[in-house]
């Protein structure tokens, strides 16, 4: 793999390989995160133009465990406020030895145009690019489901039979554009519920279900139910329903928690707006997988930075624990 800059384009055996290769980050029996020798000598750059708790610190963390140095860069109080352009800034960090770039944008197709210009050689991952792409975000919620549904039988499984329903911001996520063409590629059934100003107007064009009524889809029995945030620095009011309409059709509060099945899972990427889109009830009930899903990000994160790279290495390897 050169680069990883979204999931419209990753095969059904890619993504089984990286969701495999993350399976083998952790311990079989402790199931911790393990560590492991195979970076050293790689340097991993972190460049970040918009603000990130998870995805910035899950691939610090991720790239830390494979043994490779990590630059941490943000834009604010960078050379970036004097107007620095995203090719020397990405030359910048190229010319101190990057062997791969993490990169998170405002603008859509800005991972695209740094691994495809030319500007830079190393491998560039798409940390999340506008309303575009975030597949490492999908990759580790796909992980959650089939580790939920699948438990010590998830290598090598799809998703196919599982019902997996989207709900809120559909029209500024790039986490649920990531997570439809994911889910799909790996078999799911996916549902798509949202006020319909904030549906997408090329949704037809998707391999989704649209909904527009949040307890006819729970009536449906979704497996999962992944409740996105409402991203309200780029909502204005012809598209967005008062917070609290909002929160009263479209937020997943107690009672709507208690109608979905036993066994469904709820997620959420994260930061939430707890009282809009999900209730502190359902983010902290045990159905939550929302900080199961940070943990993972973790190892997914290591799996896409070992394949891109350790070249076509065998993911054994990987298995290696560090010498004593
Ligand atoms: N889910 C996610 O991308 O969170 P951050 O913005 O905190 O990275």
Redesign the pocket.
């Known amino acids: 793999m050169r680069h990883l800059l979204d999931t419209k384009t990753l095969g059904l055996d890619e993504a089984l390989q990286i969701l495999d290769v993350a399976e083998d980050m952790r311990d079989t029996q402790s199931r911790e995160v393990r560590k492991l020798p195979t970076l050293r000598g790689k340097t991993v750059v972190n460049l970040f133009f918009e ?6 610190i899950s691939f610090e963390a991720a790239a830390k465990r494979l043994s490779a140095d990590v630059i941490n860069f943000s834009a604010k109080g960078s050379s970036v406020s004097k107007g620095e352009s995203l090719q020397d800034t990405a030359q910048t960090l190229q010319a101190m030895g990057a062997d791969a770039v993490v990169i998170r944008h405002g603008a859509s197709g800005a991972p695209q145009t740094l691994a495809t210009s030319g500007w830079i050689t190393a491998g560039v991952v798409n940390a ?1 690019d506008g309303t575009h792409e ?1 597949p490492t ?1 999908a990759l580790l919620d796909a992980f959650t489901i089939r580790k939920r549904f699948f438990g010590a039988e998830s290598r090598g499984r799809d998703l196919a039979g599982l019902r997996v329903t989207i709900v809120g911001d559909v029209l500024h996520s790039r ?1 649920a554009r990531s997570n439809v063409w994911l889910l799909t590629t790996l078999g799911a059934h996916v549902t798509i519920v949202a006020p319909p100003t904030l549906i997408p107007q090329d949704v037809s064009a998707w391999p989704v279900e649209v909904a527009y009524d949040l307890d006819e889809a729970i009536a449906a029995a979704p497996d999962a139910i992944m409740m996105l945030r409402i991203q309200l620095e780029r909502m204005n009011a012809a598209y967005f329903p008062t917070e609290r309409e909002y929160s009263r059709r479209w937020g997943l509060d107690a009672a709507r928690l208690h109608a979905l099945p036993e066994g469904s899972i709820v997620m959420h ?3 939430m707006n707890r009282g809009l889109e999900i209730s502190a009830d359902a983010a902290d009930s045990p159905q939550s997988t929302v900080l199961e899903q940070v943990a993972n990000g973790v190892s997914v994160r290591m799996a896409a930075l070992y394949l891109l790279l350790s070249g076509e290495r065998d993911a054994a390897a990987a298995r290696e624990p560090e010498p004593a």
């Open positions: 603000d990130s708790t998870r995805t910035r999340g975030h975000q986490v990427p994260g930061p």
